[in-house]
Nanobody
Framework: QVQLVESGGGLVQPGGSLRLSCAASGFIFTIAAMNWYRQAPGKQRELVAGISTRGTTSYADSVKGRFTISRENAKKTVYLQMNSLNAEDTAVYYC?????????WGQGTQVTVSS
């Protein structure tokens, strides 16, 4: 079955960086667009970044120029490099794949930006 396993979250100071990873299995990774979402306390889950099968990327306005999404097909892994983090980036980050007419989600990884 489809599995998405995120890692790389943690506590970081404002201005710092983190790289999230999402290891995928159970589906044909090379034909799937992949996304990163996040959900802050008391807020709705929001789309942060997406990457197509060809590597075309898109970003939420709030993270443009600071976050970079990438994928490594050989490892069936998608990454989210996050730089210049600030308190507003604090959230649980989820990996997502729309596949076979439904959405699949990982368990999430917590990112906390605080001094």
């Amino acid at each position: 079955q489809v599995q998405l396993v995120e890692s790389g979250g943690g506590l970081v100071q404002p201005g710092g960086s983190l790289r999230l990873s999402c290891a995928a299995s159970g589906f044909i990774f090379t034909i799937a667009a992949m996304n990163w979402y996040r959900q802050a306390p008391g807020k709705q889950r929001e789309l942060v970044a997406g990457i197509s099968t060809r590597g075309t990327t898109s970003y939420a306005d709030s993270v443009k120029g600071r976050f970079t999404i990438s994928r490594e097909n050989a490892k069936k892994t998608v990454y989210l490099q996050m730089n210049s983090l600030n308190a507003e980036d604090t959230a649980v980050y989820y990996c997502n794949v729309p596949y076979d007419r439904r959405d699949y989600w990982g368990q999430g990884t917590q990112v906390t930006v605080s001094s």
